[in-house]
């Protein structure tokens, strides 16, 4: 058992520190580079109003709420593991710890959610100050094997339907099937479903952000496949884990694996989106106020 609780004591201390230090950090430290590079006297279309003022409100401060609140939820993290040390606790061998670390992931994603819907709310504006602005037509099709190789989508598809086999077959094909197995088809089925409408809407759909370069948005096309792919491998491989657990009585690995998933699933999602979104390489020129045409 002490082998056991040292692994779990590791991987939720990754936890703490991957998803409230680490990528809320990142983003922090992307969001003020743009700010003080490209600010909103120069760059007006990037900040539609409101977010003119929002912008240098966070330039002076810091995003320093942001910052302090991922902090202190790192700190409730490393609360309850000085907590658990103290009083002797360990994981339950039938299971169901699992979902104290899904309680306090939900707080520390929290933050990052936030700043997402912000991110949209600003695409949102950019449209609805954009209303009959110059619109670029792109007439190269996309393809979805243009961002990923057709090796992981095929990967992607055979680990969904394993799934399917395998935890049918462990269930019983002709047995009577309880409602978690109902339960749990349509849970895998319909995030799978998710992730391929997420896919084609960005292959086939507008644009989010109407003043975004072709080279930029290529870029995000690639990033959101890769994500929606990768993740479909995660989600599949965990429910095949999760599933030889309980078939051979070994849930007290069930926190862990858990913790585990979630850090794959952020290390794939986030840590993709600044490695192939680098702000630095990011076209800001588009922008820039339009410069009045003179007639001749």
Do not use: C
């Not at 230090?21 to 992307?30: Q, T, V």
């Not at 009959?132 to 090796?151: H, M, Q, T, V």
């Not at 994500?227 to 479909?232: D, Y």
């Not at 699933?265 to 922008?287: A, P, Q």
Request: net charge positive; hydrophobic share 50%; aromatic share 16%.
């Amino acid at each position: 058992m002490s082998a056991i609780l040292l692994l779990f004591y590791a991987v939720f201390l990754s936890q703490i520190f991957l998803i409230s230090i680490y990528f809320p950090m990142k983003i922090r430290s992307r969001i003020l580079y743009v700010i003080k590079n490209y600010p909103p006297k120069e760059y007006p279309k990037l900040y539609p109003k409101p977010y003119d003022f929002y912008a240098e409100k966070a330039a002076k401060s810091g995003l320093s709420t942001y910052r302090n609140i991922n902090l202190f939820i790192a700190a409730i993290g490393l609360g309850i593991l000085v907590w658990a040390l103290a009083s002797g606790y360990s994981p339950h061998p039938l299971g169901g710890d699992e979902i104290f670390v899904m309680l306090y992931l939900l707080l520390q994603v929290a933050p990052i959610l936030y700043a997402e819907i912000r991110t949209f709310k600003l695409y949102w504006g950019m449209r609805e100050a954009n209303v009959g602005g110059s619109r670029k037509a792109e007439l190269n099709p996309r393809n979805l094997f243009d961002f990923i190789s057709p090796a992981f989508v095929a990967l992607a598809v055979l680990l969904y339907a394993g799934f399917i086999v395998f935890y049918l077959y462990d269930k019983g094909f002709t047995a009577p099937w309880e409602w978690e197995v109902y339960v749990t088809i349509a849970g895998i089925t319909g995030m799978n479903l998710l992730f391929a409408g997420m896919i084609a809407k960005h292959l086939v759909g507008k644009k989010l952000n109407p003043h975004q370069a072709h080279k930029d948005r290529l870029r995000q096309i690639e990033t959101i496949v890769k994500i929606g792919i990768f993740a479909s491998i995660a989600a599949s491989v965990f429910l095949i884990l999760t599933s030889l657990v309980d078939k051979y009585e070994l849930e007290v690995f069930d926190p862990v694996l858990t913790s585990l998933y979630f850090q794959i699933i952020t290390f794939f999602g986030l840590g993709l989106e600044f490695r192939t979104v680098k702000v630095e390489t990011v076209d800001f020129s588009v922008y820039k106020e339009d410069k009045p045409v003179i007639p001749t």
